[in-house]
C-alpha cells in the first residue's frame, strides 16, 4: 500500500477516491433537506451567487442535489460491483468443488455470457426485472458477473495446476480447503483492482440506465437522473446538466485510476529495456593474440553488483570453462561479454576486446556486425531461444542474409549445409520443419548450427545441456568439441557442472559472488586445486565412484546473496580455513605460473567439506 | 524429542501392470505402458530415466494426481485409498511446492493428521528432524533457501505419517553445494526410520548414492530393475549401459551413432 501511495499516480488517485466515498456518507446526512427544499419563487434559474449550479424546475439547489445524490450513486454502484463479484467469484470457483463434469458445464455457461455485451446484458435485465432501484442494481451485477467470472476461472486455473496444491492435496486438504486456503489468497491481487475498476464502470453504468429513466425513479435521484433532467433545459442553464456530468466523470476517473495505481503498485514495474554503453576509461592498446580479454568486468543493477571485477583471457581456439553456483555471476559474465545485458544493468570493464577489438566504444553497429559474425551464443534451453512460428532452417538462413548479404536462396543452402555439419539427419527436410517437431537435443545442435552460418571465433555456450538428458548431453558436448577441431573456435562454457566442465575445456575458473577464485588447467583440477571452494565443490557431488556408506561432503551455509556480499572473502563464512584476515580483507587473484587463485589459505592442507551435518 | 513417536509401519509398494495415457483416444499417449515395479518394505527404490521417460507420471499416479488407465497400484496388497494419505510425495521445484501465503508451520501442519493433536509441538519436532531450527515454523517460504525449503518438503511429507514417500526429482533444482544436504538427509531419514521410498530422479549417479534397488525407466517402460549393486555391476539392458557410460564420463568418447538423437535401443 504504501508503494502505492509514493507514486503520484497512486496518491492522487488515494485522495480523489477518499474524497468521493467521504461525500458519498456525509453529503446525504447534511444537505438532504436544504437540497430537497421547493423554492416557488427560484424556478429554472441559471447560475447565481446563491445557487452555483442554478435551480431546476422546482426551484431547487442543482449543486447540493448533486451532492446529495453522491450517496446514491456511490451506494449502488458499489452494491451493484459486489454483486457481480460475488456471483462472478462462486461462478468462476465452482469448478475446482464441483469435479471434472459439472465443472464444465459451468464454464460452459459462463463462456456464453462473456460472448454479450455488459451493456446489453443490463438492459436486457433490466427490461425483464423491470425499472426501478432493485431492478438496476442487479441488472448491472448480472451484467459485471460473467467477466469477472471468466477472469477467476483463468486465475484459479493457473494457481490450481502448481504444485503446491497438489501437494495440499496429497496431504489430504478437501475441495474446499484447497479453495479457500491455498487458491483464493492467490489470485486476490488482480481480483482487487479489477473489482475497483469494475466500480468506475458499474457507476457509468447506473448514471446511463437512470439517464435513460430505467434505473432510479422519482422522487430518488442519482446523477444519472439529475443528468438527464438538467439536459432538457441545456440550452437555457448549461450548468444543471454539467454538474452531474462532472461528478460522473470525476467518480468514474477515481475508481479508475486507483485500480490502475493498484495494478502498478502490485507488478513491480521494470524500466523500459534498452542497450546501454558505457564510457570508456582510457584507450588500452589490445592483444592481437587472444579472441576475448576481459579485465576487471563489472556488473550492476540497482542496488546490486552480482558480477565483482572479473579478469580473463581466452586464447585463439582455447575452450575455457566458468563453474559456479546459481547467483555466482557466470552468466552475467558471458552476457555481459556478448553485449546482452540490457537497462537498467550497467557493464563497467577496464578491459573489454573481442578478436583486437575494444567493444567499450566505437559504433555499435560495427560491433554487432562483428559480434554477429564471429560470436556464436547458445543458451541453456532450446525451445525459448527458437522462434517457433518459423522453420529451422528459414531462422538459420537469417543469420546469413542479415549479416552476410547472401542471397534467399544461398543462405538457404548454407542453412541445410550448416544443419549437416551439426549432425542433424536428413538436413533437407529438417530445415522446412519447425522447432517442435525436434527433439531436445536437435533443438540444441540447430542452434549450434545457427551459430556456425558466419565463421565463430568464440562460442559462448551457457549451460548447454543443462535441460538435456545425459545420454543426449554427450553427443552435444561432444559435437562442440568436434566443431572446434574442425573451425578452431574457441569456447567458453559456462556451467554449474564441475564434471562437463573438467571433461570439456583447457582451463577452468571458478567463479564465487562475483568473482574468479581460481582458475587452473582443467586436467589438474581434480589434484591440483588450491582454493577450499573448488575443493569442496569437488567433493560434494557424488560421481559414479563416491562411497555409498559415507555421507556426502556438504558446504555448510548457504550461497551469498548479491545484494549483502561481505567484506573479505566471500566464502569465508562457509570455509573451514577462515581465519579473521579472510573476515577483514579481501585476497587477490594472485598469478602463479599461468594458475590463479584469490585465497589467503590456498594450499593448506584440509578435510574439506564437513561430513556430516 | 524422541524419534520413536515418528516410527512408521513399513509398507510395501507394488504397481501392477500400471498404463497412463493422456489425451482422448485419437490423440493419447502413453507416458507409462504396462510398469510393473515394487518398493519393498523399508527400503529406498531409485527410478532414472530421462526427462519423458513417465518417472512423474507414475509418481502422481501412485498418489492420485493422475487417473491409471490401466493395472493397479497397491499398498500391502490392497488398492490405495488416497483419503488415508499414506503415500506422500515431495515435489522438484522447491520454489512452487509450497504455498507463498502460508507460513512453513501451517504448510506442515495442513499435512498433519486432523486426529492429531498439540500441533505446534509436532511441527517443531519434524522441523528438528529434518535439521531446521522450530523458528522456521514463522517463516514465509520466500525466507528460505532453496535447499531449506526441500527439507521443509520432506518434513512436510512426514507430517502424514505416510507409509511410503515418493521423491520426484527433489535435488535437480538446488545447487551443487546444497544437493548434498538434502541427499545425505533422505539416507539419514531411511536409516533411522526405516522408511519405504520411490526416489526419482535423472541423475544416476544422485540415485545409486541414496538407493538399494535401482529401476531404470525409458518410453514409459521399466527395462531393468533390481538391487543397485547389480544393476550397476551388471546391467542387461543396452538403455542402461548406455546411461552408466554417460554417467561415468559426461562428455566420452563413445559414438552413439552421429545422426541419431535417440539412442538404437527399443525403438
Redesign the interface.
Known amino acids: 500500500m504504501k508503494r502505492i501511495l509514493r507514486t503520484p499516480l497512486g496518491l492522487s488517485a488515494a485522495v480523489l477516491l477518499l474524497a468521493v466515498l467521504v461525500l458519498a456518507v456525509i453529503a446525504p446526512l447534511v444537505w438532504t433537506d436544504q437540497a430537497n427544499a421547493v423554492d416557488t419563487a427560484q424556478i429554472s434559474r441559471g447560475s447565481t451567487a446563491e445557487h452555483w449550479m442554478g435551480t431546476d424546475n422546482l426551484g431547487r439547489d442543482v449543486f447540493l442535489r448533486v451532492l446529495v445524490a453522491t450517496g446514491l450513486s456511490v451506494r449502488l454502484a458499489l452494491l451493484a460491483t459486489a454483486i457481480g463479484v460475488l456471483a462472478g467469484l462462486v461462478l468462476g470457483a465452482v469448478p475446482v468443488v464441483l469435479g471434472r463434469r459439472a465443472g464444465r458445464v459451468v464454464t460452459a455457461v459462463v463462456n456464453i455470457a462473456v460472448a454479450f455485451p455488459a451493456l446489453l446484458l443490463a438492459l436486457f435485465f433490466a427490461v425483464v426485472i423491470g425499472p426501478g432501484t432493485t431492478g438496476s442494481l442487479l441488472a448491472i451485477g448480472f451484467a459485471t458477473a460473467p467477466g469477472f467470472a471468466r477472469l477467476v476461472q483463468t486465475l484459479v486455473a493457473k494457481v490450481a495446476g502448481l504444485d503446491y496444491v497438489a501437494a495440499a492435496r496429497v496431504a489430504g486438504a478437501g475441495r474446499i480447503r484447497l479453495l479457500v486456503r491455498h487458491i483464493l489468497p492467490n489470485v486476490a491481487e488482480p481480483l482487487v483492482i479489477n473489482a475497483t475498476m469494475a466500480a468506475g464502470a458499474a457507476l457509468l453504468a447506473f448514471a446511463g440506465l437512470s439517464f435513460l429513466g430505467l434505473g432510479v425513479q422519482p422522487p430518488e435521484y442519482d446523477w444519472g437522473r439529475l443528468l438527464g433532467e438538467g439536459l432538457q433545459g441545456i440550452y437555457l442553464r448549461p450548468a444543471a446538466a454539467i454538474a452531474p456530468g462532472v461528478a460522473v466523470v470525476v467518480a468514474g476517473l477515481a475508481f479508475h485510476l486507483f485500480g490502475e495505481a493498484l495494478s502498478k503498485g502490485f507488478t513491480r514495474h521494470t524500466a523500459p529495456v534498452k542497450l546501454r554503453r558505457t564510457e570508456a576509461a582510457s584507450a588500452v592498446p589490445t592483444d592481437d593474440d587472444a579472441v576475448l580479454v576481459v579485465e576487471d568486468l563489472r556488473v550492476a543493477f540497482p542496488g546490486v553488483t552480482p558480477v565483482r571485477g572479473v579478469s580473463f583471457t581466452v586464447g585463439q581456439g582455447e575452450a575455457v570453462g566458468i563453474v559456479g553456483e546459481s547467483g555466482s555471476g557466470k552468466s552475467l559474465t558471458a552476457l555481459a561479454v556478448a553485449r546482452l545485458i540490457e537497462h537498467p544493468g550497467q557493464v563497467d570493464a577496464q578491459r573489454l576486446t573481442f578478436q583486437g577489438r575494444d567493444l567499450r566504444n566505437g559504433d555499435d553497429r560495427v560491433h554487432r556486425r562483428l559480434l554477429g559474425t564471429s560470436l556464436a551464443m547458445v543458451f541453456q534451453d532450446p525451445m525459448t531461444s527458437l522462434n517457433p512460428a518459423m522453420r529451422i532452417g528459414r531462422q538459420l538462413a537469417e543469420v546469413a542474409e542479415q549479416h552476410q548479404g547472401a542471397s534467399r536462396k544461398q543462405a538457404w543452402q548454407r542453412a541445410v549445409d550448416r544443419l549437416r555439419a551439426v549432425r542433424i539427419p536428413d538436413p533437407e527436410r529438417r530445415a522446412r520443419q519447425y522447432p517442435h517437431e525436434f527433439s531436445g537435443g536437435m533443438r540444441q545442435r540447430a542452434m549450434i548450427g545457427m551459430g556456425l552460418m558466419g565463421k565463430p571465433a568464440l562460442i559462448i555456450a551457457d549451460e548447454p545441456t543443462t535441460a538435456l538428458d545425459v545420454t543426449v548431453q554427450r553427443q552435444v558436448l561432444r559435437l562442440l568439441r568436434t566443431i572446434r577441431a574442425a573451425d578452431g573456435a574457441a569456447l567458453l562454457l559456462i556451467s554449474h557442472d564441475i564434471t562437463v566442465v573438467s571433461q570439456v575445456c583447457d582451463r577452468v575458473l571458478v567463479m564465487y559472488a562475483g568473482r574468479v577464485v581460481e582458475d587452473l588447467p582443467a586436467d589438474e583440477l581434480h589434484t591440483a586445486a588450491r582454493h577450499p571452494y573448488t575443493r569442496a565443490l569437488l567433493a560434494a557431488v557424488p560421481d559414479m565412484t563416491t562411497d555409498r556408506d559415507l555421507p556426502l561432503a556438504v558446504i555448510p551455509g548457504r550461497p551469498v546473496d548479491a545484494a549483502q556480499v561481505p567484506t573479505g572473502c566471500a566464502y569465508a563464512p562457509r570455509c573451514p580455513l577462515a581465519t579473521e584476515r579472510c573476515v577483514t580483507a579481501h585476497p587477490p587473484l594472485e598469478t602463479d605460473n599461468g594458475r590463479r587463485v584469490a585465497c589467503w589459505h590456498a594450499d593448506v592442507p584440509v578435510q574439506v567439506g564437513d561430513r556430516g551435518e | 524429542m524422541s524419534l520413536s513417536r515418528w516410527v512408521i509401519v513399513v509398507s510395501e509398494l507394488t504397481f501392477e501392470d500400471v498404463t497412463v495415457r493422456f489425451g482422448t483416444r485419437g490423440h493419447a499417449t502413453t507416458a507409462a505402458d504396462g510398469v510393473h515395479l515394487t518398493v519393498p518394505h523399508g527400503s529406498i527404490v531409485g527410478l532414472v530415466g530421462?526427462?519423458g521417460s513417465g518417472k512423474s507420471t507414475l509418481a502422481?499416479a501412485a498418489?492420485?494426481?493422475v487417473p491409471v488407465s490401466g493395472g493397479r497400484i497397491l499398498l500391502d496388497g490392497q488398492p490405495i485409498d488416497h483419503?488415508a494419505?499414506r503415500?506422500?510425495?515431495v515435489?522438484?521445484?522447491p520454489h512452487?511446492?509450497?504455498?507463498?501465503?502460508?507460513t512453513i508451520g501451517e504448510?506442515i501442519a495442513?499435512?498433519l493428521p486432523?486426529r492429531a493433536r498439540d500441533r505446534r509441538d509436532r511441527v517443531a519436532a519434524l522441523l528438528d528432524l529434518v535439521?531446521l531450527p522450530a523458528e522456521c515454523a514463522r517463516q514465509y517460504p520466500a525466507q528460505l533457501?532453496g535447499?531449506?525449503r526441500q527439507r521443509v518438503?520432506l518434513a512436510?511429507a512426514l507430517?502424514?505419517e505416510p507409509d511410503v514417500i515418493i521423491a520426484d526429482e527433489i535435488t535437480s533444482a538446488l545447487?551443487?553445494?546444497?544437493?548434498?544436504?538434502v541427499?545425505?538427509l533422505v539416507?539419514?531419514l531411511q536409516r533411522r526410520m526405516r522408511l519405504s521410498m520411490l526416489f526419482i530422479s535423472?541423475?544416476?549417479?544422485?540415485v545409486?548414492?541414496v538407493s538399494d534397488f535401482i529401476a531404470v525407466m525409458y518410453h514409459g517402460r521399466i527395462v531393468e530393475h533390481g538391487p543397485a549393486d547389480q544393476v550397476?555391476a551388471d546391467p542387461q539392458d543396452p538403455y542402461t549401459r548406455?546411461?552408466?557410460a554417460?554417467?561415468?564420463?559426461?562428455?566420452?568418447?563413445?559414438d552413439?551413432g552421429?545422426?541419431?538423437?535417440?539412442?538404437p535401443a527399443h525403438r
Open positions: 530421462e526427462s502422481r498418489v492420485g494426481l483419503r494419505r503415500l506422500q510425495m515435489f522438484q521445484d512452487s511446492a509450497l504455498d507463498p501465503r502460508m504448510s495442513e499435512a486432523r535439521g533457501s535447499g531449506q518438503g512436510r507430517a502424514g545447487d551443487v553445494s546444497i544437493q548434498g544436504t541427499l545425505n539416507r539419514d535423472h541423475n544416476l549417479a544422485v545409486r548414492y550397476l548406455e546411461l552408466l554417460a554417467a561415468a564420463d559426461p562428455a566420452g568418447q563413445l552413439l552421429e545422426t541419431s538423437d535417440t539412442t
